[in-house]
């Protein structure tokens, strides 16, 4: 299995409804995750951190984690077309300082 | 907002040659790391650096890759006797480590011809 899997999409979401992208992942990663958003072209920068079982919100973003599942996703509330981009999931590799990315999910939102 | 410094933005270099990849992390962080991106694909991390020391590297990461840290503040990946297959977007980023997301430069876009 993968370290983080991701469903590569392209995912295509009507302006203003609701975005939601998956993640899941192996045993060899620890219980920190991340959310990056890349645009094409450009580096991976950071939205969302989430460590603990449950949501965590922070403005139009929310992320969710479920340990027992091993399932990680992040939801955009209110798309807009500046959403459009590249979403990486990412966690920590257990008793490493090292990141890891899934694929990406490419997400596309329609005017 | 403190932010991870690359140069050059973008690299053009022969078959064979050597190339040097500069980066300055945020003053305050204490872990270094070198990815790579591939055109379509996925983010690959590449090495992990702290203490100067490499802590942690990948498959990819072999003889012909290095990392330095030659001062307080520039940390460099070299290159030598590039390929066709380097070709990509080389990103450091920093952390503070432990739980903490990493801050990723705007990267080096390398073109071996």
């Known amino acids: 299995q993968k370290e983080v899997e991701q469903n590569s999409g392209p995912l295509s979401v009507p302006e203003g409804a609701i975005a939601s992208l998956n993640c899941t992942y192996s045993d060899r990663v620890s219980q920190s995750f991340f959310w990056y958003r890349q645009y094409s072209g450009k580096s991976p920068e950071l939205i969302m951190s989430?460590?603990?079982?449950g949501d965590k919100e922070d403005g139009r973003f929310t992320a969710q984690l479920n340990k027992a599942s091993q399932y990680v996703s992040l939801l955009i509330r209110d798309s807009q077309p500046s959403d459009s981009a590249t979403y990486l999931c990412a966690g920590i590799i257990q008793g490493a300082q090292k990141l890891v990315f899934g694929q990406g999910t490419r997400l596309t939102i329609n005017p | 907002e403190p932010e991870v410094t690359q140069t050059p933005s973008h690299q053009v270099t022969q078959m064979g040659q050597e190339v040097i990849l500069r980066c300055v992390p945020i003053?305050?962080?204490?872990?270094f790391y070198w990815y790579r991106q591939i055109l379509g694909q996925k983010v690959e991390f590449l090495v992990s650096?702290?203490?100067?020391?490499?802590?942690?590297k990948s498959e990819i990461f072999d003889d012909q890759f290095s990392v330095e840290r030659p001062d307080g503040s520039n940390f460099t990946l070299k290159i030598r006797s590039t390929k066709l297959e380097d070709s990509a977007m080389y990103f450091c980023?920093?952390?503070?480590?432990?739980?903490?997301?990493?801050?990723f430069g705007s990267g080096t876009r390398l073109t071996v011809v």
């Open positions: 650096f702290y203490n100067n020391e490499i802590s942690e």
């Open positions: 003053s305050n962080h204490l872990y």
């Open positions: 989430i460590y603990s079982n």
């Open positions: 980023a920093s952390g503070a480590g432990g739980t903490y997301g990493y801050t």
